[in-house]
């Protein structure tokens, strides 16, 4: 037996290879957004006074959501090819679908940000205004783009059956 | 929508064929095969006749838009006329 085969084995034994398998997330993204929500609201609040524990805590808070969505984007249904082959035909039309759907939601959100910004200081409420907070702003929003698809290709479809990997 | 009725799992039992041998076979994932059988995805032409090729029957055999007659309704029906 060679070291790739015992590897495999081990694999198998270990139900590794259930990760990889697509699955329908449908709300463990939640999870990972409220993370980052909360991260860049820690992250920005206190008014231009340093908290180490702040910081620390949103730190940890971004990077947790982060590689959650990382993470989630390779368990979730597959958007892009793998090595489990190309996306058929049913795979390709959720990915358009969902990218259509998560393009959507990030332009009227930002189109809903630009309109808050606008009257922010007429209403006298917060706004982002130092670099950091627009550097925290672009990485939540990085973030969250790469979770949304997994999000909404995970109610495209239905859940499937439980014996579909098992035949 | 209009519903798309077929008897993929029918074949596919009656001819001892897994999904993931299926779906090897017309080029789709494993999980494609389930969602058709459910009804919950409706293929296109290419995988429609793809899928009746590999059955070796015609596309009407396999999907209607019309319930099909279930196999005990059909054996009583053949029973009965004989």
């Known amino acids: 037996m060679t070291l790739l085969d015992r590897i495999d084995r081990f694999c198998r034994w270990?139900?590794?290879?259930?990760?990889?398998?697509?699955r329908p997330l449908r709300w463990q993204p939640?999870?990972?957004?409220?993370?980052?929500?909360?991260?860049?609201?820690?992250?920005?609040?206190?008014?231009?006074?340093?908290?180490?524990?702040?910081?620390?805590?949103?730190?940890?808070?971004?990077?947790?959501?982060?590689?959650?969505?990382?993470?989630?984007?390779?368990?979730?249904?597959r958007l892009s090819p793998n090595?489990?082959?190309?996306?058929?035909?049913r795979e390709l039309s959720i990915q358009a679908r969902a990218s259509?759907?998560?393009?959507?939601?990030?332009?009227?959100?930002?189109?809903?940000?630009?309109?808050?910004?606008?009257?922010?200081?007429?209403?006298?409420?917060?706004?982002?205004?130092?670099?950091?907070?627009?550097?925290?702003?672009g990485m939540a929003l990085q973030s969250a783009s790469m979770?949304?698809?997994t999000l909404i290709a995970s109610w495209l479809q239905p859940l499937p059956e439980a014996d579909i990997d098992e035949e | 929508m209009t519903n798309l009725y077929n008897r993929i799992a029918l074949f596919r039992a009656e001819r001892g064929v897994s999904r993931r041998?299926?779906?090897?076979?017309?080029?789709?994932?494993?999980?494609?095969?389930?969602?058709?059988?459910?009804?919950?995805?409706?293929?296109?032409?290419e995988l429609a006749m793809k899928i009746a090729a590999y059955f070796g029957v015609s596309i009407e055999m396999l999907f209607s838009f019309k319930p099909f007659e279930s196999v005990a309704d059909a054996l009583r029906r053949a029973a009965a006329g004989e």
């Open chain 1, 14 to 22: 270990a139900v590794l290879d259930r990760l990889k398998r697509s």
């Open chain 1, 30 to 77: 939640f999870i990972a957004l409220a993370a980052i929500i909360a991260s860049y609201i820690l992250l920005v609040s206190g008014e231009g006074h340093f908290a180490p524990w702040r910081f620390a805590v949103g730190i940890t808070l971004y990077v947790g959501g982060s590689v959650a969505a990382a993470l989630m984007r390779q368990m979730g249904p």
């Open chain 1, 83 to 89: 090595q489990a082959g190309p996306l058929d035909e």
């Open chain 1, 100 to 137: 259509a759907w998560s393009g959507r939601t990030l332009s009227v959100s930002a189109m809903v940000g630009c309109f808050y910004m606008a009257y922010a200081d007429w209403f006298q409420i917060w706004r982002p205004s130092t670099p950091l907070d627009w550097v925290f702003l």
């Open chain 1, 147 to 149: 979770l949304l698809p």
């Open chain 2, 21 to 45: 041998d299926l779906a090897e076979a017309v080029g789709v994932n494993n999980q494609t095969i389930g969602y058709l059988e459910r009804g919950d995805y409706k293929p296109s032409l």
